[in-house]
């Protein structure tokens, strides 16, 4: 089966495709793939690292607040399209994958042109611009949520198969994770991203000492890389002294481990880490970025609270001492963690990338319905 995979921009948009192909690559020794993207994403990086060859389209998405500037969108998308038959043309895809960013749009569009069936998938709760204009050209709307559907014009197309969770995450183990780290007590896991999330950290900084001094809980703090060393002068300004159990480091590498030792997780509510949340099974305090397309970070967490899944705490909401107390009283209520991994179940979808695969093998076959 030959795969052109769209996706670029966020490494939301762009792990997902790379999970999908590797899921394929596995079970299929003809399996090949091909990906589209720009040269401005992480996929300039990412693809290549994953073992992928990929062709590079200009594209940018539209402007609300300076019309004129999408003049030169739309001639860039123009490019776009042609430049994307081109690639179908000479490539011969039996099927197309776009998992976002605004390189699907292109892509899509030229699928229903050259007549290769095509999905796009959605990772958040509400639909982006991207995902919902491709509509009219895919054959498929694969959906991370069943609340979705309530959002898209072609229902008829669209297929829930949840979001792809790495393998690590489905094969961790609480009580090995908890063993390998050395957690004895309660433990919380912090982070706000690969980048980290300025007002998480601040507010965190501020609760580190009461955490030491209290010796309640174990707790790992993942500041992100560019912000740790200015985060680590400020920790010693305060003169805080971390312990063993109270950790605080650039970047977890190890989060699948983490995740699964963890008695609580503190994050934003980006797509993909909502959905390994829910596929652990962890109780979670979800700080929605206001700072993205559509608020969707926060119709994901809603959506988890919403069925006593998750705690949400917006960041206009968030102070040390609403953190501090949040994270205590939840750590401490063996009821309350017990009924929100009970309630993630539902949210839970771990065989994302099988239905997918399933996905991609009917239309490849030419049976799209």
Do not use: W
Request: with cysteine; hydrophobic share 40%; charged share 30%.
């Amino acid at each position: 089966m030959r795969v052109l995979f769209a996706g670029g921009g966020t490494g939301g948009h762009i792990n997902p495709a790379i999970s999908i192909a590797d899921y394929a690559a596995a079970r299929d020794k003809d399996f090949e793939a091909l990906f589209v993207g720009t040269r401005s994403g992480l996929e300039t990086k990412l693809v290549p690292k994953a073992g992928y060859n990929i062709e590079y389209i200009e594209i940018q998405g539209f402007d609300r607040k300076h019309i004129l500037r999408n003049f030169e969108t739309l001639r860039k998308l123009a490019a776009a399209r042609k430049r994307c038959r081109n690639i179908i043309r000479e490539f011969k895809p039996d099927c197309i994958v776009c998992t976002g960013g605004y390189v699907s749009g292109p892509v899509a569009m030229a699928s229903k042109t050259m007549k290769v069936p095509s999905l796009i998938h959605e990772q958040n709760v509400y639909p982006g611009m991207t995902v919902k204009g491709s509509a009219d050209y895919v054959t498929y709307l694969a959906l991370s949520f069943e609340e979705t559907i309530n959002h898209m014009r072609h229902k008829e197309k669209c297929v829930v198969t949840g979001n792809p969770v790495r393998s690590e995450i489905l094969k961790a183990d609480r009580e090995k994770s908890r063993e390998k780290l050395g957690i004895k007590k309660p433990f919380a896991l912090i982070f706000g991203g690969s980048l980290g999330a300025d007002r998480i950290n601040d507010a965190v900084i501020e609760i580190l000492d009461k955490i030491v001094r209290d010796d309640k809980i174990e707790l790992l703090f993942g500041t992100g890389d560019r912000n740790y060393e200015k985060i680590m002068n400020r920790i010693n300004e305060k003169g805080i002294r971390l312990t063993d159990s109270v950790r605080v480091v650039s970047y977890i590498d190890n989060m699948a481990e983490c995740m699964a030792a963890a008695d609580v997780v503190v994050s934003r509510a980006g797509a993909i880490t909502v959905s390994e949340i829910a596929a652990l099974g962890k109780p979670s305090i979800l700080i929605p970025s206001p700072n993205v397309v559509r608020n969707h970070q926060e119709q994901n967490a809603r959506e988890f609270e919403s069925k006593n899944a998750a705690a949400l705490i917006l960041e206009r909401d968030l102070t040390p001492d609403v953190l501090y107390d949040k994270i205590m009283s939840m750590i401490g209520d063996k009821n309350t963690l017990s009924r929100m991994s009970e309630n993630l179940k539902p949210l839970a979808k771990t065989d994302a990338l099988e239905k997918l695969y399933e996905l991609m093998i009917k239309m490849s076959k030419g049976e799209t319905r």
